[in-house]
């Protein structure tokens, strides 16, 4: 038996490409935001998985570093180092900064680093081009998603940086390049404030008479001296050492040092549960609208290619075919038109995903999914023409 | 009259009620294998309602219906799969040639073997045979848009008779043909209704054919009185 829905998509091929073409460019967003989603999950997860850590020391009360502000005393990490179990720990910092160089105006994650000794949690974990950070100051290693080359200069606040390294996938959780620098000046970075800012609080604090008593000499500058640093940093990153379980050594700091503690599994609970949880969200109720606006069009399509053909389905009844023959036929159409839209799809996702901006994650269980559903969908679709086409009287092909 | 059609006392009544309407009142008629008979009657007078009975796509009302030699309707269908039949007994011929817009002239031929379950090799094969006889098979490939209307009306003509039924049934087949071509149609219906030993009723309006039949049955009012005429041959 020859296959009439091939047929008749091979005699009207161009209205079934054009079809598809518009379906598989629909199915090609669809696929994106799918991506976007996973992009998001998969740059939390690089997160994590860059920075060396097994253990995440912050604040308590807070939700560390990534979602909420945190601030312990950055000299926590001496006593931690000291715990059993604990192999490296490490100081680290994050401020979100708009930096401009040349025409680039790039929105970046500025991390602080220990720069002191290499290999500890929290630096980039390898590099594409240039070299680490060495000296103590005014050195950057840039993910190259920022767009910065070897030997540009970078302003953070009020110094200039110069770019001696580029990293790979080192991105914040909400898909912003990371830039590296020293732990003392991202430290003094994070808590900067302008010349005019600093002479009001010296003039205020000298304003203050406890701070003036003539019985203590050298309060005032001791209190100014004081309020000139920054002894704060956002979270202490801890490599737990072979043959420990992350929890036996976190366990210790909790009780110990008064400080929360997250694991690897509770700091991606974290990121992926709670930071982009809205995010998330907004990308499913997109993806439901279209796969709803993809049903519509599949409907509409088959539904209209049918009625166009009531007479033929007449005479085709008329002369012996049978339903399920006839709602083969068009069920065999919408899939037709499916597989078109996905191939399209697919192909157009894939061109355009590394344009956006943000990263997206196309994976192969997704494209399966879409697959299993594009096909579920354009069945569906089907249906509403289906019942037209039995509908059909065979009389209507004799006049009269 | 083994291969005939046999029509007693048909009734067919559409609604019921004071709205009820009679359109079919006791038709009679008898139609031997290799015979071509006219049916002519005005617009209303029961000849698509005969038409559709006979091709088994609306139920009589009462009466009795004999195909082929196979009583098909008394009082009730005798036939479960009315598909079936009207694929594998009926032929259709319309007025307008209806072919499948997608499938190649050969394809509408052979579909009906296909779909009764024979292969596409022998069903093409036995399609050709026929095209050839109907002096359309230099069109086996094309497609029904790229044939003339003659051409069209001897592809639906070879569709009708692929199956070799016993009663094939047509419904002003000569209606968009000039004289010549409308001639020639039937001259292919008169042949083939010969070579195959098939019982054919056509419906027509159409005065320039009426001299080929032998026999006509005219309708009126939902009643058959049949019309013999000596030297109404081809």
């Known amino acids: 038996m020859i296959s009439l829905a091939g047929r008749d998509i091979a005699h009207s091929w161009g209205k079934f490409v054009f079809t598809g073409i518009g379906l598989g460019l629909l199915i090609g967003v669809t696929m994106t935001m799918a991506g976007v989603y996973r992009g998001m999950v998969d740059d ?14 912050v604040q308590q009360g807070t939700l560390g570093p990534y979602a909420e502000a945190s601030s312990i005393y950055d000299d926590e990490y001496r006593g931690i180092l000291g ?20 025409d680039l105006d790039v929105r970046v994650m500025v991390a602080g680093i220990v720069t002191t000794e290499q290999g500890l949690p929290g630096q980039p974990r390898f590099l594409v081009a240039g070299r680490h950070i060495t000296r103590g100051h005014y050195e950057a290693v840039a993910d190259v998603k920022a767009g910065f080359q070897i030997g540009d200069r970078v302003k953070i606040r009020r110094n200039q940086y110069t770019v001696v390294g580029l990293t790979k996938r080192m991105v914040s959780s909400s898909g912003d390049p990371m830039l590296f620098i020293p732990l003392k000046d991202a430290q003094e970075a994070q808590f900067l404030k302008d010349n005019d800012a600093i002479l009001n609080q010296r003039r205020r604090t000298a304003a203050n008479p406890a701070f003036n008593n003539p019985a203590v000499p050298g309060l005032l500058d001791a209190v100014l001296a004081s309020q000139s640093v920054n002894p704060f940093v956002n979270a202490v990153l801890v490599r737990v050492k072979p043959g420990f379980t992350p929890e036996q050594v976190a366990e210790p700091i909790r009780k110990w040092k008064r400080l929360q503690v997250y694991t690897r599994a509770q700091m991606e609970s974290i990121l992926i549960e709670k930071l982009i949880k809205t995010a998330a969200r907004q990308i499913a109720m997109f993806l439901v609208i279209l796969a709803i606006v993809s049903a519509a069009i599949v409907a509409f399509i088959i539904y209209t290619l049918t009625i166009g053909k009531i007479r033929e389905i007449a005479v085709l009844k008329l002369i012996g075919t049978k339903n399920r023959t006839i709602a083969a036929m068009i069920i065999q159409q919408a899939i037709g038109l499916g597989l078109i839209g996905f191939v399209i799809g697919k192909i157009a996702a894939t061109f355009w995903a590394p344009v956006f901006p943000k990263y997206i994650l196309l994976e192969p269980s997704d494209a399966v999914i879409g697959f299993v559903l594009i096909m579920v969908i354009c069945v569906l679709a089907s249906l509403i023409a289906i019942r037209a086409a039995l509908k059909v009287d065979p009389a209507e092909a004799i006049g009269g | 009259m083994a291969r005939g059609i046999i029509i007693e006392d048909l009734h067919k009544q559409y609604g019921v009620g004071d709205t009820a309407v009679e359109a079919l009142k006791g038709v009679n008629m008898q139609v031997g294998p290799g015979e071509v ?8 007078s029961g000849k698509s309602t005969l038409l559709k009975c006979l091709g088994a796509v609306i139920e009589p009302t009462s009466g009795r219906m004999i195909l082929g030699g196979e009583t098909i309707y008394d009082q009730k269908w005798n036939i479960k799969d009315l598909g079936a039949l009207r694929r594998d007994s009926i032929g259709f011929v319309f007025q307008a040639p209806y072919l499948i817009p997608f499938l190649d002239v050969i394809d509408n031929v052979a579909l009906i073997l296909m779909l009764a379950g024979h292969s596409n090799d022998a069903s093409r094969k036995r399609a050709m045979d026929l095209l050839e006889a109907l002096d359309v098979a230099h069109r086996a490939k094309a497609m029904p848009s790229q044939l003339s209307g003659g051409e069209q009306q001897r592809v639906a003509i070879a569709r009708a008779l692929v199956s070799h039924p016993p009663v094939i049934l047509a419904d002003e087949p000569t209606a968009p043909l000039d004289s010549e071509r409308a001639l020639a149609v039937m001259k292919i219906l008169n042949e083939m209704a010969k070579e195959y030993e098939t019982a054919i009723i056509v419906v027509t309006h159409d005065e320039k054919i ?3 039949f032998k026999r006509i049955y005219h309708i009126r009012d939902g009643k058959t009185i049949e019309e013999a005429g000596e030297g109404r041959a081809i």
Do not use: E, F, H, R
């Open chain 1, 44 to 57: 939390a997860k690089v997160l994590l998985d860059n920075s060396g850590a097994d253990l995440w020391v």
């Open chain 2, 210 to 212: 009426m001299p080929t």
């Open chain 1, 83 to 102: 715990m059993a179990g604990v192999d490296a720990a490490a100081n680290v910092t994050y401020l979100t900064s708009q930096i401009s160089q040349g």
């Open chain 2, 37 to 44: 008979v006219g049916l002519v009657g005005p617009s209303g």
